[in-house]
């Protein structure tokens, strides 16, 4: 695989890694047993109950990564780091070359940036205005669930007890999938085994023709607690990847001083999302 060694390619990793995000903007446990199919049951609200007191805890989340994107039969790479404020923003900036960041791309509880540094432009949107006229439930804290190996209700900050009952859960082998829909009908399927580790992520739309699979491998023990230091997403086209995105982690940091600066220069200019979608077409 080639390095990154241009403008162009670097601003094209960029721009695929963003319109990727947008498409839908070591202890071992007892084990539970979940009926074949079940929805808010005593062993259902113990295994909601279990995952979320098992999934990553932190304040704040720093983490450096190697991103490897392949997307139309190129293959592409580089270094990102990640840092994040929980319930409140996080960054990811992109250091394809001797650790010097070309973009910077921030999500807020409300909107999203950009800021590509090589050619000095930068962009600022509100999800609703992303979304337009449509009703789509995801939205920040779900992303932001998506990075930290979480389960989540679409649109919703947090899961409660009192939304267990959403939930439809199957038992697939020791492999418990729990289930849940949008008002825009798109379904959401979090895989998670026995120890209470979830495995898989995956958003598929009505027509299940197209989905986003979002999976986590290689759990280590970090900072204490169990974490995926292997994320992949895959853009899915009628059961065919589009598109993947692997992040493989190699430093995770919680709960430190972080520095979420999203200064703009004044020199630089604004463009719209249009604009990064239009480039990367």
């Known amino acids: 695989m080639k390095l990154l060694s241009n403008t162009q390619t670097i601003r094209t990793l960029t721009l695929c890694v963003t319109a990727f995000l947008l498409l839908f903007t070591g202890c071992k446990s007892r084990r539970l047993t979940i009926a074949e199919t079940s929805t808010a049951t005593k062993e259902a609200s113990e295994f909601f109950f279990s995952l979320n007191g098992r999934s990553f805890q932190y304040r704040t989340f720093s983490a450096r990564t190697r991103a490897e994107l392949s997307f139309s039969g190129k293959e592409l790479n ?3 780091d990640i840092k994040m404020v929980k319930d409140s923003v996080f ?37 609703a205005g992303l979304k337009g006229n449509t009703p789509v439930d995801f939205n920040f804290y779900n992303l932001q669930a998506l990075f930290t190996n979480r389960i989540f209700v679409p649109g919703e900050r947090d899961i409660t007890p009192v939304q267990y009952g959403r939930f439809t859960l199957q038992n697939n082998g020791g492999v418990i999938e729990a289930r849940i829909r949008d008002a825009m009908k798109l379904l959401y399927a979090f895989k998670a085994d026995n120890e209470e580790k979830l495995l898989s992520t995956r958003v598929t739309d009505s027509s299940e023709r197209y989905a986003l699979q979002w999976s986590y491998g290689d759990f280590r023990l970090e900072e204490k607690q169990i974490f995926p230091m292997l994320m992949e997403a895959r853009a899915m086209n009628d059961g065919v990847t589009a598109g993947k995105l692997k992040l493989y982690f190699s430093r995770i940091q919680r709960d430190i001083p972080v520095d ?3 200064a703009i220069p004044d020199k630089y200019k604004r463009i719209t999302f249009a604009d990064i979608l239009k480039g990367l077409k």
């Open 91 to 127: 960054q990811l900036s992109i250091l394809p070359l001797l650790g010097i960041e070309a973009f910077r791309i921030e999500f807020g509880r409300d909107s999203i940036k950009v800021i590509d540094r090589l050619n000095k432009y930068y962009a600022v949107e509100s999800y």
């Open 260 to 262: 979420m600066n999203f």
């Open 78 to 80: 580089s270094r990102v």
